[in-house]
Nanobody
Framework: QVQLVESGGGLVQAGGSLRLSCAAS????????MGWYRQAPGKERELVAT???????DYPDSVKGRFTISRDNAKNTLFLQMNSLKPEDTAVYYC??????????????????WGQGTRVTVSS
């Protein structure tokens, strides 16, 4: 089993920056790709960034050029650097870990692990 705990959220003014962290524990050997998702009130949860075990990243157009995802595999930690924040970035941000489906020990835990989220509020 993999446990994820997010931190770093808070209240910032538009144009400001925040750095989110996600600490992974447990069977971290099962983690392959990781990502950040967000969910605003009344909205569906949406993907904001992904990173593979090899460090390849991907972003939707809504955050491209402003957000940067990174990971420190030695410390089992995922990061999201958010710059030039906009009010529409306001949401609860969730950390996600994809678990290796080809490894029976890992696949028994399901395909994904989720954190409890950290709230980001961007004021205008």
């Amino acid at each position: 089993q993999v446990q994820l705990v997010e931190s770093g959220g808070g209240l910032v003014q538009a144009g400001g920056s925040l750095r989110l962290s996600c600490a992974a524990s447990g069977d971290t050997i099962c983690i392959s790709a990781m990502g950040w998702y967000r969910q605003a009130p009344g909205k569906e949860r949406e993907l904001v960034a992904t990173i593979t075990s090899g460090g390849n990243t991907d972003y939707p157009d809504s955050v491209k050029g402003r957000f940067t995802i990174s990971r420190d595999n030695a410390k089992n930690t995922l990061f999201l650097q958010m710059n030039s924040l906009k009010p529409e970035d306001t949401a609860v941000y969730y950390c996600n870990a994809n678990l290796r489906p080809s490894v029976p020990y890992c696949s028994r835990f399901g395909g994904n692990s989720w954190g409890q989220g950290t709230r980001v509020t961007v004021s205008s």
